[in-house]
């Protein structure tokens, strides 16, 4: 898996996006690739953010259900 990019590179190309910048252009000045250009733009489009939120459950699993814990209380 890939690692994240410096905060100052994210921010220029979050930047040169916000002033519609052709994509191939950013690419060349900033030093990425095409597709990480073209993933960032996807995940701003998607949650506002440039890389995607976490989507793994932490913690343990419930021992009771919503409806055993009414039942309980």
């Given at each position: ?30 030093g990425v ?41």
């Open positions: 898996m890939p690692r994240r990019l410096a905060d100052d590179v994210v921010h220029r190309i979050l930047v040169r996006l916000s002033a519609s910048e052709p994509v191939p252009s950013i690419a060349t000045a900033v690739a095409h597709e990480t250009v073209y993933r960032m733009q996807h995940n701003v489009e998607l949650w506002g953010i440039p890389y995607p939120p976490p989507t793994v459950k932490l913690g343990r699993p419930r021992l009771l259900l919503p409806y055993q814990e009414e039942v309980v209380k």
